[in-house]
């Protein structure tokens, strides 16, 4: 998807372009930004953003795992939905439990299956606690969702799928809105805002159906083709 065009098309339901017309580039730069800052707030929303993130290391004797650049995984995601810990064809899977709760626990030195893990989302990079502490050669998998990337020219590519298309133009022309106040007509208000939802509500209703489903992508296999989704039952 191709964030130029995207832009132009915003800027011409607004009322700023003429069809056809190439935009100033101060305007084009000023819908970049918004566009970044509305990509930003999908990115932390799991039912507008479509983005799944699988992340493997392998255990060192180590109390935690570092994501993002330079840590033990190279991505520091939106958010984490499973991890496991496997060897093998054996999986366990780990629960998500808060710092709080991972403060409690006393020995934190000893290596084991980790019972437990809890996510300190502090930047540049976050981390992941494990108790006890992940055996030496087991290898950690995590799943979640990581950020929507942001643009860094106009001319980008916009890592979403196509059928993003019509709700990214929609949605970017609703928020140009107030930078361009009274050049838009009442009715083409109306349409915009209109479809701007519309658009939404369906990427939003795929979105929730995977994460319901939680999709058999996101599991290691079992045995006999079968997924892991927690310790003792396969689907």
């Given at each position: 998807?191709?964030?130029?065009?995207?832009?132009?098309?915003?800027?011409?339901?607004?009322?700023?372009?003429?069809?056809?017309?190439?935009?100033?580039?101060?305007?084009?730069?000023?819908?970049?930004?918004?566009?970044?800052?509305?990509?930003?707030?999908?990115?932390?929303?799991?039912?507008?953003?479509?983005?799944?993130?699988?992340?493997?290391?392998?255990?060192?004797?180590?109390?935690?795992?570092?994501?993002?650049?330079?840590?033990?995984?190279?991505?520091?995601?939106?958010?984490?939905?499973?991890?496991?810990?496997?060897?093998?064809?054996?999986?366990?899977?780990?629960?998500?439990?808060?710092?709080?709760?991972?403060?409690?626990?006393?020995?934190?030195?000893?290596?084991?299956?980790?019972?437990?893990?809890?996510?300190?989302?502090?930047?540049?990079?976050?981390?992941?606690?494990?108790?006890?502490?992940?055996?030496?050669?087991?290898?950690?998998?995590?799943?979640?969702?990581?950020?929507?990337?942001?643009?860094?020219?106009?001319?980008?590519?916009?890592?979403?799928?196509?059928?993003?298309?019509?709700?990214?133009?929609?949605?970017?022309?609703?928020?140009?809105?107030?930078?361009?106040?009274?050049?838009?007509?009442?009715?083409?208000?109306?349409?915009?805002?209109?479809?701007?939802?519309?658009s939404m509500s369906g990427i939003r209703a795929r979105n929730l159906r995977m994460r319901q489903t939680r999709t058999v992508s996101d599991f290691r296999m079992g045995g006999a083709g079968t997924y892991w989704t927690w310790p003792g039952r396969v689907v």
């Open positions: 998807m191709n964030a130029y065009d995207r832009i132009t098309a915003a800027l011409s339901m607004v009322g700023f372009a003429a069809f056809g017309e190439a935009p100033e580039a101060e305007a084009v730069q000023l819908a970049m930004r918004v566009l970044n800052s509305m990509l930003g707030e999908w990115s932390t929303k799991p039912y507008y953003n479509p983005r799944q993130w699988m992340a493997t290391a392998v255990a060192a004797g180590a109390p935690s795992l570092a994501l993002g650049g330079g840590g033990d995984c190279s991505t520091d995601p939106v958010d984490i939905r499973q991890v496991t810990l496997e060897l093998g064809t054996t999986v366990w899977r780990v629960p998500l439990k808060t710092l709080q709760e991972y403060e409690l626990m006393t020995v934190k030195t000893t290596p084991g299956v980790p019972q437990m893990c809890a996510w300190d989302r502090q930047e540049p990079l976050s981390r992941i606690y494990f108790w006890p502490i992940p055996i030496v050669g087991y290898t950690v998998r995590l799943v979640g969702i990581d950020a929507i990337p942001r643009l860094s020219t106009p001319h980008d590519t916009l890592d979403l799928p196509d059928w993003y298309d019509e709700t990214v133009e929609y949605n970017l022309a609703k928020r140009l809105l107030p930078h361009m106040p009274g050049l838009v007509g009442s009715d083409m208000l109306s349409i915009i805002q209109a479809t701007a939802a519309t």
